[in-house]
């Protein structure tokens, strides 16, 4: 049984209808962390009706990373399920187009997407290696997958493929302490990441994810899912 959960980048989109599904699963422990909780109305509401905690994270920054799982130990001691969410997409061409690309921009992205997660894992390791049955969870993109290599957006799918680069060794890592380690495409989701036109709800993406986390065996650890649970190439 899931009793503590923590979400990055929960303040919408994806981030909040996974809180919002383990908060209809009456998870106990609900940790939604976002940048600005503050500016985070709906977290907000949710937090007053005392179905989450609203933590302050930005995973780009180590201070920030530390205070968030110093909270989470003195509140819950242990942490059995981490949700990296967080992440961008960037929209300048400087990152996305090829004649375009300027260095500090794709390493922006890149940093962003995939060396984030591993550090932000890193400082919630102790947590996880009390939780119960621990999963880490990488949600990444087919864009990442080599396999599914379209043109342009090269920052977005280096960034992505070397989260799941990073996930896969994290994975070969840390079996021998039995913390489970997969990565994810959620699916092309109605958010403003993805656009209000894309094919998959928010809620369907969400549902579909926690399933795919509460059924997780060791063996499935290092492996590339889509939120269905279907297998993904790398």
């Not at 599904?21 to 985070?40: L, M, N």
């Not at 920030?64 to 300048?92: C, F, M």
């Not at 995939?114 to 119960?132: C, D, E, H, M, Y």
């Not at 060791?218 to 297998?231: I, V």
Request: net charge neutral; charged share 20%; with cysteine.
């Amino acid at each position: 049984m899931i009793e503590s959960v923590l979400i990055t980048g929960s303040n919408r989109g994806i981030g909040l209808a996974l809180v919002r599904e383990y908060g209809k699963r009456r998870v106990p422990q609900i940790f939604a962390t976002c940048r600005d909780p503050e500016s985070a109305d709906e977290l907000q509401q949710l937090a007053q009706q005392g179905k989450v905690q609203v933590i302050p994270l930005d995973i780009t920054n180590e201070d920030s990373i530390a205070a968030a799982a110093e909270r989470v130990q003195s509140t819950a001691g242990k942490l059995d399920v981490l949700i990296n969410n967080a992440g961008i997409y960037p929209e300048h061409k400087n990152s996305r187009i090829f004649g375009q690309l300027e260095a500090e921009a794709v390493g922006e992205v890149v940093t962003t997407n995939s060396v984030s997660p591993l550090i932000v894992t890193q400082a919630f390791a102790p947590l996880l290696r009390k939780g119960n049955n621990p999963r880490v969870v990488m949600i990444s993109s087919q864009m990442g997958s080599i396999d599914r290599a379209g043109g342009n957006s090269f920052a977005y799918r280096m960034s992505k493929a070397a989260m799941n680069m990073g996930a896969r060794v994290l994975a070969n890592t840390l079996r021998s302490e039995r913390i489970i380690v997969i990565t994810t495409h959620p699916g092309h989701v109605a958010t403003d990441m993805g656009g209000s036109h894309a094919p998959v709800s928010p809620e369907d993406s969400a549902r579909g994810l926690v399933m795919l986390i509460e059924n997780l065996k060791l063996e499935q650890s290092g492996q590339f899912f889509d939120w269905r649970g279907a297998r993904l190439p790398w």
